[in-house]
């Protein structure tokens, strides 16, 4: 039967639309298996930086339909615990956040960085001031391209700091920040609220007083042992000063139990006069908080961390010089979109939304807040800009910090163990 026939012999042209099908599907997956996906793992941040960089990926994606970017985000604590296991691993993200450093240098040691310094050499780098690109050079040769720079100062709610009669601007010399604490405290308002937990924000009180007492010089001597390495007089000092601090009973309750993040939320919320901490915390300070809103813009000031009588370091600055770094093997394209995204112009919109404070020049004629402003201010001013030092020294040497200055804070070692421990990790990093 004619239905028979036509079922048991098809047609020549449905065969060859099947063939075609076949062909441009098979074609399909060839295209699809060439697409290159660029990851890109950085240190958690604001819901406002993750915007930012949504964009800059979808405007390079449109730009290069061939490669997808995909961000991952770890909280701080969990990103440097995970990091040295991903690198190596075949699960390494291609693009990653990075301070520098010692702790970039045992990265670089370990052969798990890609070298950039031809790809800098071929106009990048020229749009960066020297001193960014330094923080991420080690032996001559370039390992990572400059993000922005940070800096550890000390947020002031005002609403809080005037019941107890205390003009934040006036707030110059440790002793002056001593006063205010006093009399914060007498009010009956907690000075200041830290995130104990997490060991580093207690390291920007130890740190900061070590760059402003022996400054970068110093801090370089000790590396190389000279005036008794990290055992010298400006190391003890920042401890003795930490504890003397403490003593004034300057924190909120619970301190040592408290994460980052919840102080961060808790300064948002009104609970302390006071946190030290770096300049990005203002918009996840206000995130965190319970209404969302944080401490009012007319309210919040953010001031230098205060000099030290006789330091080396009072025309400085301490905080971050923070980037990202490619791995080893990583497709070029990797290095095609970090250089997009680290130009100048996606910096001058960064600057322009007040997520952070870009290096790129120029940049910082975009920034609007008062605040990031203050910042720029802060970095043109200072002399030199130390690197944290739990990043600058190393990871081994940065853990040994963190612990130190948590164990000063609660008083279970002396001055002079805190900087014995850290000289004993220098020696044996």
């Not at 405007?59 to 690198?87: C, G, W």
């Not at 071929?122 to 050079?137: C, E, H, K, N, R």
């Not at 009669?165 to 002793?175: F, H, L, M, Q």
């Amino acid at each position: 039967m004619q239905v028979s026939n036509n079922y048991n012999v098809p047609c020549s042209r449905p065969r060859h639309l099947a063939l075609a099908v076949a062909v441009v599907a098979a074609l399909g997956s060839v295209a699809a298996a060439a697409d290159t996906t660029v990851t890109v793992l950085r240190v958690e941040s604001s819901s406002a930086e993750k915007r930012y960089y949504d964009e800059v990926v979808a405007e390079f994606e449109s730009q290069h339909p061939d490669i997808n970017v995909e961000f991952e985000y770890l909280a701080n604590e969990a990103y440097k615990t995970r990091l040295p296991t991903m690198l190596q691993s075949s699960q390494r993200p291609d693009i990653y956040y990075t301070w520098g450093g010692e702790g970039l240098r045992d990265q670089v040691d370990a052969g798990f960085v890609r070298d950039l310094t031809e790809p800098m050499r071929d106009g990048w780098q020229d749009i960066y001031p020297t001193s960014a690109v330094l923080a991420f050079t080690l032996d001559d040769r370039v390992y990572g391209a400059p993000l922005y720079a940070t800096v550890v100062g000390i947020w002031a709610n005002t609403a809080l700091t005037e019941q107890a009669g205390v003009d934040v601007e006036a707030i110059k010399t440790w002793e002056d920040f001593e006063n205010a604490v006093v009399a914060l405290r007498e009010e009956g308002i907690t000075p200041l609220v830290v995130g104990g937990q997490d060991g580093w924000p207690l390291h920007f009180y130890w740190g900061s007083l070590v760059t402003r007492l022996a400054g970068g010089e110093g801090i370089e001597a000790a590396k190389s042992g000279d005036n008794g390495g990290f055992n010298g007089e400006p190391f003890v000092r920042a401890g003795e000063m930490l504890q003397a601090l403490v003593e004034l009973d300057p924190f909120q309750s619970g301190f040592m139990a408290t994460s980052y993040e919840r102080a961060s939320g808790m300064f948002g919320d009104g609970e302390a006069a006071f946190h030290v901490m770096g300049d990005w915390d203002y918009l996840p300070s206000k995130q965190r908080s319970a209404s969302g809103e944080g401490v009012p813009d007319e309210d919040l000031r953010f001031i230098p961390f205060p000099t030290v009588a006789g330091g080396e370091g009072n025309e400085q600055s301490f905080g971050g010089m923070n980037g990202f770094a490619v791995t080893r093997d990583a497709p070029d394209e990797a290095v095609e979109f970090l250089r997009f995204l680290l130009n100048a112009e996606n910096q001058r919109k960064a600057a322009a939304t007040g997520i952070f404070v870009p290096v790129a020049e120029g940049s910082a004629e975009a920034l609007e807040t008062p605040y990031a402003r203050r910042v720029a201010e802060i970095l043109d001013e200072s002399e030199f800009h130390q690197v944290f030092l739990d990043q600058a020294l190393g990871t081994s040497v940065g853990a040994t910090i963190n612990d130190i200055s948590g164990d000063l804070a609660q008083g279970v070692i002396t001055p002079e163990e805190a900087a014995a421990q850290v000289d004993e990790a220098w020696q044996f990093r």
